[in-house]
């Protein structure tokens, strides 16, 4: 727990230092009336001025920089005109929910092949299966995602080139609704699947070819159980234990997976929202990207511990 | 199923997993080496290989792929396949930087707080584990966004970032090596720390350090092929991460079919090149076996 909160302390304060102490002075820049970064908007400079408030010391602009935090006050978007926290609020559930889809389906993919190629291990289909899992895990997902975006998108037709729904759609049912929501959602989730599979089948499949090899599991063959039974109730549920805590640990890899692809396939999330702020030099926005997402990651890996704790009793006992 | 089991059983399992996995790695290191003996051949013969110069504007914008241009041309009518030829430079050129960087401090920081211990090590390793908790690609955005998109200061943030993991194991491996008998023996006879750290403790970290580099250079690789593919790119070295960009932020380039030589090769150029790292570096790190473990 302290881990954690000396993390968050220092992803926070590193946020505040970052734009302060770099060469360039880029904030500086925004408030120059002779660079090229200067906002003409007179209202939205002032509310960076008064944001960042760079005339007053600089303990002081800390603790005011923190107790904006606490207020949800993350200063104002120079692209946008509004404030970074609503700005990051209409994006933020676009990408959980392309992270949480494909984690779920990468879960369920990947536990079930990882135990099957363990079963069978040394089989055709176990070689083929972890060849293919080291290569797909290696590939950068925007590559991936191109590739798809080719066939299925471009080439077959079967799915929307890009957005997160179809733009000012009004939908005659739930069920339309629903159905082009999850049109949209397609492509960029099998992309992000793709790319968080291999690591779990990886993971599974090693992690159940050392509980196959344990005492127990011999027991258990020489009871005569039936096979499926040995395979899910005694083999895969100890070998899951390792699962758990990936899960929560990878949550944040899966994040940041997902900021690419939303790039590539215009999904209206946080991924797209920092690529056009990067573009605009919208220091305020991508500061506050950066502080969400590692406000998210620190959170999946402080739960990842937590959860390991809870299962596994050598650990909460040691 | 039931002849499966007892298969299972009659075989030793340590021993085929360790002869499996030793005979996957072979193919996957001679393939990973002549990919990137191809790569590294195309970066140091570009000026020889290209065509035409990959930043002047030799024919007509968009011209399919032909006897004069082989993969035709870009928007502003640049030779695509002299751009592909140069940009194995900037990739291989912010893989190597920050993968020395990434080496070189992770050697300081590990070095220093493994030989020293007690408060120094704590302070150091408390500050490593805090930056390999934050999530590095929005670190690594928020960075290239303040500073502008420079290669050299792209490179150095990410050796920057890397390193903590790198220090972590070579702090493990100093203190491995620290308590050992040989260590304390050099130490009464009066060897300066210096020369124990040349002369006894860099041949146990140097496989270490070898397959450290590799790895470093595959992320630094994609990581730069990623930044750039969301705009940061070193808008004056076109890199293949920048090809990519530049291909999509042309309307429509999907509904053509444009993408084939324009969009893929570059695409699957560093695919490649992070495939090739990788191999190479699973390969290193199962034979010299570092860590020490017998296998």
């Not at chain 1, 102490?21 to 880029?26: K, Q, R, S, V």
């Not at chain 1, 690529?275 to 305020?284: C, G, I, K, L, N």
Request: with cysteine.
């Amino acid at each position: 727990m302290v881990g954690y909160l000396f993390g968050l302390w220092a992803a926070l304060t590193l946020n505040f230092l970052l734009p302060r102490l770099l060469p360039g002075d880029p904030l500086a820049a925004l408030l120059d009336p002779d660079s090229a970064g200067y906002v003409y908007d007179s209202a939205v400079r002032e509310s960076l001025e008064a944001y960042y408030g760079l005339d007053a010391p600089p303990v002081e602009q800390y603790l005011h920089y923190l107790a904006g935090l606490f207020t949800g006050d993350l200063g104002q978007s120079i692209r946008l005109k509004q404030p970074v926290a609503a700005v990051l609020g209409d994006h933020l559930p676009w990408t959980l929910l392309l992270t949480l889809t494909a984690l779920g389906l990468a879960s369920v993919i990947g536990i079930w092949s990882g135990a099957e190629a363990a079963w069978r291990r040394g089989s055709p289909m176990d070689k083929a299966l972890t060849a293919a899992g080291v290569v797909i895990g290696n590939i950068p997902v925007f590559f991936t995602g191109m590739i798809l975006l080719i066939i299925f998108g471009a080439t077959l037709n079967w799915f929307p080139l890009s957005g997160g729904r179809t733009a000012f759609a009004r939908y005659a049912s739930a069920f339309d609704a629903v159905r082009d929501y999850a049109e949209h959602l397609f492509l960029p989730a099998l992309t992000l699947t793709l790319a968080l599979l291999s690591s779990k089948f990886l993971l599974v499949r090693g992690s159940m070819i050392g509980v196959l090899s344990e005492d127990f599991i011999l027991v258990a063959r020489a009871k005569g159980l039936p096979a499926g039974r040995i395979k899910h109730h005694h083999a895969l549920r100890n070998a899951l234990l390792p699962f758990v805590h990936h899960l929560a640990a990878h949550a944040g890899f899966a994040l940041t997976g997902a900021l690419f692809i939303e790039a590539l396939f215009d999904y209206p999330g946080m991924g797209r929202l920092i690529f056009e702020s990067v573009a605009a030099r919208d220091y305020p926005v991508i500061q506050g990207a950066f502080v969400v997402v590692s406000v998210f990651v620190l959170s999946a890996n402080r739960l990842a511990d937590w959860l390991t704790m809870r299962l596994d009793p050598r650990i909460r006992e040691g | 199923m039931r002849s499966n089991f007892l298969k299972a059983q009659t075989q030793l399992p340590e021993r085929t997993f360790v002869r499996e996995a030793r005979r996957a790695s072979g193919t996957e290191g001679l393939i990973g080496v002549s990919l990137l003996a191809v790569f590294v051949t195309a970066a140091l013969f570009a000026p020889l290989l290209a065509p035409y110069d990959p930043a002047a504007f030799v024919g007509r914008p968009l011209e399919r792929p032909g006897a004069a241009f082989l993969l035709g041309t870009n928007d502003v009518g640049q030779d695509i396949l002299s751009e592909l030829l140069f940009g194995a430079r900037v990739s291989l050129v912010v893989a190597v930087g920050a993968a020395v960087g990434t080496v070189l401090l992770g050697l300081l920081v590990g070095g220093v707080a493994g030989y020293l211990g007690g408060w120094v090590d704590a302070a150091l390793m408390r500050g490593v584990d805090v930056l390999l908790a934050l999530p590095q690609l929005p670190l690594i955005i928020l960075i290239t966004t303040l500073t502008g998109a420079g290669l050299a200061q792209m490179t150095l943030t990410m050796a920057l970032l890397f390193s903590p993991g790198m220090a972590r194991i070579i702090r493990a491996q100093m203190f491995n090596q620290r308590g050992r008998a040989y260590v304390k023996i050099a130490q009464r006879f009066g060897a300066s720390p210096l020369y124990i750290f040349r002369r006894h403790m860099l041949p146990h970290l140097a496989p270490l350090l070898i397959v450290g580099l590799v790895t470093a250079a595959g992320r630094a690789a994609a990581m730069e092929a990623g930044l750039a593919f969301l705009g940061l790119g070193d808008p004056s070295a076109k890199s293949w991460g920048l090809m990519m960009r530049y291909a999509l932020n042309l309307p429509g380039l999907l509904l053509t079919d444009r993408w084939l030589w324009w969009l893929l090769p570059p695409g699957l150029c560093i695919t490649l090149l992070i495939l090739a790292l990788t191999f190479t570096g699973m390969r290193l790190e199962k034979r010299l076996n570092p860590g020490g473990q017998s296998s």
